[in-house]
């Protein structure tokens, strides 16, 4: 817990710390909040911020952004850790809102990694987010739905960060090399291409990506004022030979879709053998285990339901264990991937759907399948002729589901592959009796 004060000692600061953005104009990333007319960039140029949190995975700016707002506004502002702090430390800071807002000033809370405060802990906050003794910023990498008290979460804006652009990084980067507050005093040599090797490795985080420059440089070779980064120096600071694997900045996705496509193609040998070249290279497991998930559904379906079960058990894995042992829990994944038979009938479903989702977006839903909880919609007809489909012999009813406009409209269309062709079966069954009892 401390108020939040201007950096001190900064020569002795990690690169990061020392670049670490002070206004919005610094700021990288995060567009879809921050760009021009942006609501988060409307609250914080006009200094007035409500209860917020900031939910988003690691080095992508939700502490930058804090301490931005802390520059920014009039407010008193209060820099707390939910790492560090306890029961203790939380009722001395909102004695001291309390104070303030008696004397009619503003006290903004950040709480950093808000997801490690039990509900006790957090509970003790509400009250005075409920007055509005404090105004609460809350980061966390967790899903808030489920870290945060549903009481507490109701009462503040969630606003979700990405994880940053390569460009992005990339622009980063190149500032810390022009910086004074980086490395703008020297002049560093890099071979074309190293600024975005050194962005994918990051895999979107800031901090890692300003981190693995900071040891590059480093380790680099001096001479004068001049410090020249070779090749070999930048393969052991990644401790992988990432230089094989994107030379140009495309190789990442060149290689993605070589594995897409060789599960697809049910070649499991060349499935395993991109999926080593991303691993050896440096590739974060959890992408490749959530692309492999995609394709589970995308690619395979319903004629194998069991490969979606698979995937998500290897990316379980990934995430448990890591690398290097959770690579066996993906090559298992995709060479089952490549093996099974396929069906694109999902995601050709949900396309079909999406058009006219999207184009036919007032479509009312049908009277007879909406909920009718008060007196005034059962009234109006709502619910009224629905039929329990589980009071019937057969489990089927006559109901119509779809809006008028697009009654017959088919967006499943199961294939015959491996087990879908049951699926197609008995959704014919299920055609046929319908159509029989349409008009019953």
């Not at 440089?217 to 070999?232: A, F, H, Q, R, W």
């Not at 490749?288 to 194998?304: I, K, N």
């Not at 002729?385 to 967006?411: F, I, V, W």
């Amino acid at each position: 817990m401390q108020e939040e004060t201007l950096f001190t000692n900064e020569e002795a600061q990690p690169l990061a710390a020392r670049l670490r953005p002070q206004s919005l104009q610094e700021f990288v990333g995060q567009t879809h909040l921050l760009g021009p007319g942006k609501v988060l960039r409307r609250l914080i140029e006009s200094d007035n911020i409500s209860s917020m949190i900031f939910w988003g995975p690691p080095g992508v700016g939700k502490t930058t952004l804090a301490r931005i707002i802390a520059n920014h506004t009039k407010a008193n502002f209060i820099d707390f850790s939910a790492v560090t702090s306890g029961i203790k430390e939380i009722r001395t800071v909102m004695k001291q809102a309390e104070d303030n807002r008696l004397y009619g000033s503003k006290t903004i809370v950040f709480v950093d990694e808000i997801h490690r405060f039990n509900k006790a802990q957090q509970d003790a906050f509400l009250p005075f987010v409920e007055k509005g003794s404090i105004v609460l910023i809350g980061a966390t990498t967790e899903n808030p739905s489920f870290e945060i008290n549903g009481a507490l979460l109701s009462r503040c804006k969630v606003f979700v960060l990405q994880e940053l652009k390569t460009p992005e990084l990339v622009a980063l980067l190149t500032r810390a090399l022009q910086d004074e507050r980086g490395f703008g005093r020297i002049k560093v040599e890099l071979a074309p291409g190293m600024l975005a090797l050194i962005a994918n490795f990051a895999n979107g985080d800031a901090r890692m990506a300003l981190s693995t420059l900071e040891m590059v440089v480093l380790n680099g070779e001096s001479k004068g004022d001049v410090i020249t980064v070779m090749p070999e120096t930048m393969e052991q600071c990644l401790s992988k030979k990432s230089l094989l694997y994107d030379k140009n900045g495309e190789e990442h996705y060149n290689i993605i879709s070589a594995l897409h496509k060789s599960m697809r193609n049910s070649d499991p040998d060349a499935a395993v053998y991109w999926l080593a070249r991303m691993l050896e290279a440096g590739e974060d497991p959890m992408y490749v285990a959530r692309r492999v998930t995609r394709f589970a559904s995308e690619d395979v379906g319903l004629a194998d339901p069991r490969a979606l079960e698979i995937a998500v058990a290897a990316f379980q894995a990934c995430h448990l264990i890591g690398m290097p042992e959770c690579s066996v829990h993906l090559t298992e994944a995709v060479v089952y991937m490549a093996m099974a038979p396929k069906s694109n009938a999902m995601e050709v479903a949900y396309n079909t759907a999406k058009v006219d989702a999207l184009t036919q977006l007032d479509e009312p839903v049908p009277l007879v399948i909406r909920n009718a909880p008060t007196k005034l919609m059962h009234n109006l007809g709502y619910g009224k002729g629905y039929q329990y489909a589980h009071d019937t012999k057969e489990k089927l009813t006559n109901m119509q589901c779809l809006p008028d406009s697009l009654l017959g409209r088919e967006y499943y269309k199961p294939t015959e592959q491996g087990v879908e062709i049951r699926y197609k079966e008995r959704l014919q069954q299920i055609k046929a009796w319908k159509a029989k009892h349409k008009n019953k």
